[in-house]
Each structure stands twice: as C-alpha cells, then as structure tokens.
C-alpha cells in the first residue's frame, strides 16, 4: 500500500533519517551565514524567531515523552508499537517533525539568514514527504489511522 513516490529507504526508514539529519545540519550551519537583515527587522525576527524555537521545543519534547517506548527516529513504527493520539498527539500526527519546523525557522529568524530560511523550507518540505511515508505505514499498521488522520492536523496544532 506505498505509493510508489515515496520510497522505503532501508528496512525501517533509515535513509529519511540519514537525510533528516543532513537537513537538520544545514538549517544549523546555515544560521553561521547571517546576518542579512538589521535594525528593527532584525529585533522583529529575534522576538519571532525565539518565540518559534521555544514553542517548537516544547512541541517536539512533549511528542517525544508521549511516545515513550514506542519512540524511533525512523518513519516505520517499531514491533508492538500502539497508536498513540493522546497528548500532543491528540493536537498533532507528527507534532516531533512540526517542532522540528517551527524550530528551524526560528533559528532562521534569530540569525537573520536567508540561506537558513532557505534550508528550513527544504526541512519543512523533506519532513512533509517523510511523514507521508510514515503515515502509509502507520495505516498499514493500525486500523484507526484513517480516523485519526481525518481528525487531526499534521505538524502544527491548530495550524496544519
């Protein structure tokens, strides 16, 4: 039941990680390549963007404490694994890869870098296709998924 567009990339999603990781590395990197703004867009984007990390912080460790045992960086649920949709699971399917979002653009804003908005935007985009194919899985795995899906938003509570 995978699409063909989404690929495994090793037994349990290894290769997403890999390039999870990778993306994550050049959203950090990229912040060393700023400052292209200053003044009063730059205090804007430092509130902004401390604000963004802080929330996506919060989202991230709560998805990873609601996970528990059941928690593996790759997208194919480990064995024995339940449907988890309480916590910030009941606000969010994947609220880890949203905080990781929110996360990366904050730091984009706090370091005034267009290269890391730049490599935020590839982040948010490779996580939006990695949970695709996690989410194949998951409905593979657990009949409510469908249910769960058509109820909740993707990364962001309230937002998407």
Request: no cysteine; net charge positive; glycine share 12%.
């Amino acid at each position: 039941m995978t699409p063909p567009s989404l690929p495994d990339l090793g037994r349990r999603g290894e290769g997403w990680f890999v390039i999870q990781v990778v993306l994550l590395g050049a959203v950090a990197f990229a912040g060393s390549l700023g400052p292209a703004w200053s003044g009063t867009a730059r205090a804007v984007g430092v509130a902004v963007g401390l604000v963004l990390i802080g929330l996506g912080g919060l989202l991230a460790v709560r998805g990873t404490l609601d996970l528990r045992q059941h928690l593996t960086p790759f997208p194919k649920p480990v064995d024995g694994a339940r449907l988890v949709d309480t916590g910030a699971y009941r606000l969010a399917r994947h609220p880890i890869y949203g905080g990781l979002i929110l996360g990366a653009f904050g730091w984009a804003l706090v370091s005034a870098s267009i290269p890391a908005l730049v490599a935020a935007v590839a982040l948010a985009l490779f996580l939006r296709l990695k949970s695709g194919r996690e989410e194949a899985w998951l409905a593979d795995r657990f009949e409510a998924y469908d249910a769960y899906r058509a109820r909740t938003r993707r990364f962001v509570p309230w937002l998407y």
